[in-house]
């Protein structure tokens, strides 16, 4: 006789024993697939729409159906609903409560489908959405970028190549840079969309189905641009959820980038931007501590992420064709990327709109290390001499503002005309700050009219 437990199971008809209580719990993924409801249930009342239109199912079984999932659905959205792990899944215990509220036409709904194929919809209808919401959290962040860069398109901060003094930069170039590294991220992820967009449902198992379904009819109405071509790949597939990952993944690391630049430029080494108390911390020892908890968290989270992605990697790459219960472990990365990628960038969107400059101390800092040297260099070479003579002559003069403990523009006339009487006393517009970046006028370029150009450029990209 079957253990109760295991007659519950819709699959149970084969079995003699009772699934041994930790194989169950174990094998389980209601505890955490059970996010997925909506998704379930929207795919299931498209399936069913398809199934009468198709004559498999009355009118009215497709209609109880759809109220049925309605109001399983209203259960679960009010706290209401059971969970059951002995039903293993997010699929099976919304069947069985169907099932339990309208009686033997719940039981038709799986007709022409399985598992397989439903989980697959399930995650790509899911993930469809996540990305339009994680799309619209970049939008967000780069509308911040944008409104900074405007507000500091003048401000003068040294830039940096090996982390050493290298030449001035605009604040606001500076944050175009990162703008335009999110528009690459928003690109992909768009893309990414685009493939993800293709319907699983009726592959079935792995064969497709005997029943005389309709299945660009489903995918019409649930918004994908097609069904899937191979009734194989349809459920065994989950390039898409790679790709996702890859793509956050590169998300997070320019994240992590911006992270470590805000965690240098507010320590007091730095000193460059102040943070709002609102994404910081203090220490309980130290009173004068200020700590950018934020940025570090989120510099911190990229490893997660980065790991969830080799993780994926590897669960798919020894499969066989087509589904095999492996792919349950997909899931759980993939939503901790989902969560944790929502929750970086919307962080940083807040806490973007609340920077501040400190302006004396990015000037200051950028008059140290000879940053406009490379300026003394094209002003000689304008001069007629060639650029290699050029950088020789400046590399003198720097090892004399370095013995003298002196910038360039600080060097009198006389001590840098002993390397080139080519030098004249035109030479200190071009090793001015200002002069420097102003004289970068092009397209790309740091100088601050081609920055608000950018800008200017910039804003029509994200009204789409």
Not at 143 to 159: H, M, S
């Given at each position: 006789?079957?253990?109760t437990?295991?007659?519950?199971?819709?699959?149970?008809?084969?079995?003699?024993?009772?699934t041994?209580?930790?194989?169950?719990?174990?094998?389980?993924?209601?505890?955490?697939?059970?996010?997925?409801?909506?998704?379930?249930?929207?795919?299931?009342?498209?399936?069913?729409?398809?199934?009468?239109?198709?004559?498999?199912?009355?009118?009215?079984?497709?209609?109880?159906?759809?109220?049925?999932?309605?109001?399983?659905?209203?259960?679960?959205?009010?706290?209401?609903?059971?969970?059951?792990?002995?039903?293993?899944?997010?699929?099976?215990?919304?069947?069985?409560?169907?099932?339990?509220?309208?009686?033997?036409?719940?039981?038709?709904?799986?007709?022409?489908?399985?598992?397989?194929?439903?989980?697959?919809?399930?995650?790509?209808?899911?993930?469809?959405?996540?990305?339009?919401?994680?799309?619209?959290?970049i939008?967000?962040?780069?509308?911040?970028?944008?409104?900074?860069?405007?507000?500091?398109?003048?401000?003068?901060?040294?830039?940096?190549?090996h982390?050493?003094?290298?030449q001035?930069?605009?604040?606001?170039?500076?944050?175009?840079?990162?703008?335009?590294?999110?528009?690459?991220?928003h690109?992909?992820?768009?893309?990414?969309?685009?493939?993800?967009?293709?319907?699983?449902?009726?592959?079935?198992?792995l064969?497709?189905?005997?029943?005389p379904?309709?299945?660009a009819?489903?995918?019409?109405?649930?918004g994908?641009?097609?069904?899937?071509?191979?009734?194989?790949?349809?459920?065994?597939?989950?390039?898409?959820?790679?790709?996702?990952?890859?793509?956050?993944?590169?998300?997070m690391?320019?994240?992590?980038?911006?992270?470590?630049?805000?965690?240098?430029?507010?320590?007091?080494?730095?000193?460059?931007?102040?943070?709002?108390?609102?994404?910081?911390?203090?220490?309980?020892?130290?009173?004068?501590?200020?700590?950018?908890?934020?940025?570090?968290?989120?510099?911190?989270?990229?490893?997660?992420?980065?790991?969830?992605?080799?993780?994926?990697?590897?669960?798919?790459?020894?499969?066989?064709?087509?589904?095999?219960?492996?792919?349950?472990?997909?899931?759980?990365?993939?939503?901790?990327?989902?969560?944790?990628?929502?929750g970086?960038?919307?962080?940083y969107?807040d806490?973007?709109?609340?920077?501040?400059c400190?302006?004396?101390?990015?000037?200051?800092?950028?008059?140290?290390?000879?940053?406009?040297?490379?300026?003394?260099?094209?002003?000689?070479?304008?001069?007629?001499?060639?650029?290699?003579?050029?950088?020789?002559?400046?590399?003198?003069?720097?090892?004399?503002?370095?013995?003298?403990?002196?910038?360039?523009?600080?060097?009198?006339?006389?001590?840098?005309?002993?390397?080139?009487?080519?030098?004249?006393?035109?030479?200190?517009?071009?090793?001015?700050?200002?002069?420097?970046?102003?004289?970068r006028?092009?397209?790309?370029?740091?100088?601050?009219?081609?920055?608000?150009?950018a800008i200017?450029?910039?804003?029509?990209?994200?009204?789409?």
């Amino acid at each position: 006789m079957h253990d109760t437990n295991q007659s519950a199971k819709p699959w149970a008809g084969r079995f003699n024993a009772p699934t041994d209580a930790f194989v169950e719990a174990f094998t389980a993924s209601v505890d955490f697939d059970r996010r997925l409801y909506r998704y379930d249930i929207q795919g299931s009342i498209a399936h069913a729409t398809m199934l009468a239109r198709q004559g498999i199912l009355s009118g009215a079984e497709r209609d109880a159906i759809v109220a049925g999932l309605e109001q399983v659905r209203a259960r679960i959205e009010a706290g209401e609903f059971d969970w059951s792990i002995p039903l293993e899944d997010v699929h099976m215990n919304i069947e069985s409560a169907l099932t339990q509220a309208i009686g033997d036409a719940g039981k038709k709904l799986h007709t022409g489908r399985s598992r397989n194929d439903q989980v697959a919809t399930d995650v790509r209808l899911w993930l469809r959405e996540e990305i339009d919401t994680i799309a619209g959290e970049i939008r967000r962040l780069q509308r911040a970028l944008l409104d900074l860069a405007e507000r500091e398109a003048d401000t003068v901060l040294p830039g940096f190549t090996h982390l050493q003094v290298a030449q001035p930069i605009t604040f606001g170039h500076h944050m175009m840079a990162w703008f335009e590294m999110l528009d690459r991220d928003h690109d992909r992820l768009v893309d990414c969309r685009r493939r993800l967009n293709v319907m699983p449902l009726g592959a079935a198992a792995l064969a497709g189905t005997t029943y005389p379904i309709d299945r660009a009819y489903t995918a019409e109405l649930l918004g994908f641009d097609r069904p899937a071509e191979n009734s194989l790949d349809a459920v065994s597939d989950r390039d898409f959820a790679i790709e996702f990952s890859a793509d956050a993944a590169i998300l997070m690391m320019h994240l992590s980038r911006f992270s470590e630049e805000l965690i240098l430029w507010s320590s007091a080494q730095f000193g460059f931007v102040e943070l709002s108390d609102s994404f910081c911390t203090g220490s309980s020892i130290m009173p004068q501590k200020k700590n950018p908890d934020v940025p570090e968290l989120v510099r911190g989270k990229s490893g997660r992420i980065f790991g969830h992605l080799i993780g994926l990697l590897t669960l798919m790459k020894a499969q066989p064709l087509a589904y095999n219960k492996d792919n349950q472990e997909d899931k759980e990365p993939l939503f901790d990327t989902v969560d944790n990628l929502k929750g970086s960038l919307k962080v940083y969107a807040d806490m973007m709109a609340h920077v501040s400059c400190n302006h004396e101390r990015m000037r200051e800092a950028a008059r140290q290390g000879f940053s406009t040297a490379t300026d003394l260099a094209d002003y000689l070479v304008r001069k007629g001499i060639p650029f290699r003579d050029a950088h020789e002559i400046v590399g003198k003069a720097v090892a004399l503002g370095v013995r003298e403990g002196r910038d360039l523009a600080e060097l009198p006339l006389e001590s840098l005309q002993q390397f080139s009487d080519a030098i004249t006393d035109d030479v200190y517009a071009v090793l001015t700050l200002d002069g420097s970046v102003a004289a970068r006028d092009h397209l790309g370029g740091t100088a601050p009219n081609q920055v608000r150009a950018a800008i200017a450029r910039a804003r029509p990209r994200l009204a789409d």
